[in-house]
């Protein structure tokens, strides 16, 4: 079992070097892509517009955001907000991220599973998220103080954070299918709406992939924080029975 969680603590950074090149390689083809303007002529947000509407969608509201892939579905207020490098551009690639943002607005009309057990983690993981590091650093200081302390209480502070991590391990996880699933009902109506041509969805298919990739990275790292912690927990636990 500790042979199994060392192997995952050493992955922490290969993996953080993978999700650097991912990262790298997300911009690379969305800028590769959005140099090839579809040839159905309509904008991002008009894509937006046509596949909301298509799903009987017409309360969901679309807006700008600054940045570029900063593009995302905030179910607070029921909009999709589409970057400044997205929102008027003809490219495949920025109407394909336009319609993943929408494929998350049908994910909560439909009452997707995934997406709602995701969403009431978000405050759960936004409140222990705060703590993992705190607490790191004071079980790594109280290490020192060991010995003259009654209770193990460096034990105490990595358990605390080996708890918020898991939360957030978890949240990664359940992003997974919903990041996948939004994929393919953009996909599905960019196919079925005629907005793409049979040429065109495999470019669609390259830019949400490789935007993928990213989720399924994280959770990966996630989990191998999660073994970190869980390494400085037992060695806190051993030194303290010395």
Same mark, same amino acid.
């Given at each position: 079992m #500790?042979?199994?969680i060392?192997?995952l +603590?050493?992955?922490s950074?290969p993996?953080?070097?993978?999700?650097i090149?991912?990262s790298?390689?997300v911009?690379?083809?969305f800028?590769k892509?959005?140099?090839?303007?579809?040839?159905?002529g309509l904008?991002?947000?008009e894509v937006?517009?046509k596949i909301?509407?298509?799903?009987n969608l $017409?309360?969901?509201?679309? +807006?700008g955001?600054a940045?570029?892939l900063?593009?995302?579905y905030?179910?607070?207020?029921?909009?999709?907000y589409l970057s400044?490098?997205?929102?008027?551009s003809t490219s495949?690639?920025?109407i394909s991220?336009?319609?993943? #943002?929408?494929?998350h +607005?049908i994910?909560?009309?439909?009452?997707y599973a995934?997406?709602k $057990?995701?969403? @009431?983690l978000?405050p759960?993981?936004?409140?222990t998220s705060?703590?993992?590091?705190?607490f790191l650093?004071?079980g790594?200081?109280? #290490?020192?103080?060991a010995? =003259?302390?009654p209770?193990?209480l460096?034990?105490?502070?990595?358990?605390i954070?080996?708890i918020?991590? =898991?939360f957030y391990?978890? $949240?990664t996880l =359940?992003?997974?299918?919903?990041?996948y699933?939004a994929?393919?009902r953009? /996909?599905?109506?960019? =196919?079925?709406?005629?907005?793409?041509a049979?040429?065109?969805?495999?470019?669609?298919?390259k830019v949400?992939? /490789?935007? @993928?990739?990213?989720?399924?990275?994280?959770f990966l790292?996630?989990l191998?924080q999660?073994a970190r912690?869980l390494?400085?927990?037992?060695?806190?636990? /051993?030194?303290?029975?010395?």
């Open positions: #500790e042979i199994l060392v192997i +603590a050493s992955l950074l993996l953080m070097l993978a999700m090149f991912v790298v390689g911009k690379t083809t800028t892509y959005n140099r090839v303007f579809a040839s159905c904008s991002a947000k937006a517009r909301l509407d298509a799903n $017409f309360n969901v509201q679309i +807006a955001c940045g570029v900063t593009d995302h905030d179910p607070r207020n029921n909009t999709v400044s490098a997205t929102i008027n495949v690639a920025a991220v336009a319609a993943h #943002e929408v494929g +607005a994910q909560h009309a439909d009452e995934p997406i $057990f995701r969403s @009431a978000v759960v993981v936004n409140f705060k703590l993992i590091t705190p650093i004071l790594i200081i109280l #290490e020192f103080f010995m =003259a302390l209770v193990n460096s034990s105490i502070c990595y358990l954070a080996l918020c991590y =898991a391990c978890i $949240f =359940a992003t997974l299918p919903c990041e699933n994929s393919r953009a /996909k599905d109506q960019l =196919a079925g709406l005629n907005i793409l049979n040429d065109e969805l495999p470019i669609a298919s949400l992939g /490789k935007a @993928a990739q990213t989720y399924l990275l994280s790292y996630s191998t999660v912690i390494l400085m927990l037992l060695s806190s636990r /051993k030194n303290n029975k010395r």
